[in-house]
């Protein structure tokens, strides 16, 4: 390492103070909620790109509002691209890391190969998507989605929970939902995607690692589930003759419960999200709204299990005169990550000193949409008794500086590999 090469502490600590300060870019005070094309969002496109231009990446916005920052090659004629890249939006009142650990890595790693003197045979583009997590709307992976040409358009006709259109706020936002096409990154051009990410799970931190080398990512489906019945005077109307809509979403979502403990394959089943109708204290639920999120390391477990609770949920409506209407919103297969970006990610683990082990991941990625187009890989960093989706989600700075470093050891891994090609 030459003098101008920062050590994993400095790195950690250097990351650490940038994620401090894109905490503080939120649309709730007191707490970190960043949803896609909100005014957070917005603030948070100019201070990363603020970032990315400081250390001399040229940047740009897609027509899906995903921020990208490229440095171009230092050598070749027709140089190819290195991506990497994770998600600056976040969940409600979330933690500082999620995401945004995977876009500021990439940043200080190209400043780590600026600042050694070294060259790249090969342009690197750090992507910032916008919508990963799928919270303000139903429509999750949908940015990265868009650089891999797998958009759905449907997805532009959803609203969020003020009626607002994904079309609508593109436009309000300033990109044109009509150019999406153009957001497609060729795949000829490109030698793969990487991204960092805290494990978000208890596993590294049980083996005492700081860093894992991703295997597959679990495959996901997200349903919205509305359950329909008859809203009535909470004092008048005898129990035995309600259809009270939340009270038959209470017994499906026990089912999902049960159905996701028997499952195989580390089977996972959520419902997170209820809106109740008219919602009024003194009035028997008429409607009620629910997110449903199945998940597993295979296929087959996690479609088994959404037949089950389909078929549960049909029999428990009917017994009750509800009507229920199950939408799928997103179905994502397992994600196999790519063999040869694995083992680069693992020669810089170990070039590290640190212990080798591999992972599955049980948390969705934009490196699942990116597979579809590029050759996709992920490093996992330690999380604290693996809490996420939670202000309590923490990283020790230590870790974080590794991860960098091993991302810094895996691009320089990947133009050996380039020249040599
Ligand atoms: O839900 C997920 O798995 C990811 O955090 N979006
Ligand atoms: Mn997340
Ligand atoms: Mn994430």
Redesign the pocket.
């Known amino acids: 390492m030459t003098d101008a090469a920062r050590s994993p502490e400095d790195l950690g600590r250097l990351a650490q103070s940038l994620l401090d300060e894109l905490a503080r870019v939120t649309d709730e005070p007191g707490r970190i909620t960043r949803t896609y094309l909100s005014p957070a969002h917005a603030r948070s496109i100019d201070l990363v790109g603020g970032w990315m231009r400081e250390r001399g990446l040229t940047t740009e916005l897609d027509p899906v509002a995903t921020l990208r920052g490229r440095r171009a090659a230092d050598e070749g004629a027709a140089p190819r691209t290195l991506l990497i890249g994770s ?1 600056i939006d976040t ?1 409600v009142d979330a933690g500082k890391l ?2 945004t650990l995977g876009v500021i890595g990439g940043i200080l790693a190209l400043e780590e190969i600026e600042r050694r003197g070294l060259r790249l045979p090969f342009a690197v583009e750090i992507l910032a998507f916008g919508d ?3 919270v303000r709307f139903p429509s ?2 949908s940015s990265s989605s868009a650089a891999t040409g797998t958009y759905r358009r449907e997805w532009l006709e959803a609203r969020d929970r003020d009626g607002v259109k994904l079309a609508e706020a593109l436009i309000a936002f300033g990109c044109d939902p009509a150019r999406i096409e153009t957001a497609t990154i060729d795949p000829a051009g490109v030698l793969g995607y990487l991204e960092i990410h805290i494990e ?1 799970g208890p596993r590294l931190e049980h083996w005492g690692l700081p860093l894992g080398v991703v295997t597959s990512i679990a495959g ?1 489906t997200r349903m919205s589930m509305t359950l329909t019945g008859m809203a009535g005077h909470a004092g008048t109307v005898p129990m035995d003759l309600r259809r009270d809509a939340l009270a038959g979403l209470a017994e499906i979502i026990l089912g999902v419960e049960r159905i996701g403990r028997q499952g195989t394959g580390e089977l996972v089943a959520t419902v997170g999200r209820v809106q109740v109708f008219p919602g009024a204290g003194n009035t028997v639920p008429g409607r009620v709204e629910a997110s449903l ?1 199945v ?1 597993a390391a295979a296929d087959t477990p996690r479609l088994v299990a959404l037949e089950r609770i389909a078929w549960e949920a049909g029999r428990i409506a009917e017994r009750r005169g509800l009507s229920v209407a199950l939408e799928r919103n997103v179905d994502v297969p397992t994600c196999p990550m790519d063999e040869g970006l694995q083992e680069a990610f693992a020669r810089a683990v170990v070039s590290l000193g640190l212990d080798l082990r591999r992972l599955p991941s ?4 934009d490196a699942m949409a990116m597979a579809r187009s590029f050759p996709s890989a992920m490093l996992f960093i330690r999380s604290k008794a693996g809490i ?2 939670n202000p309590l989600e923490w990283s020790d700075p230590l870790d974080l500086g590794l991860g960098i470093e091993a991302l810094v050891r895996t691009i320089l891994d990947l133009a050996e590999k380039e020249r040599d090609r």
């Open positions: 998600h969940v999620d995401g990963e997590e799928g999750a992976l978000q996901q999120d998940r049980g948390a969705g990625h996420s989706h």
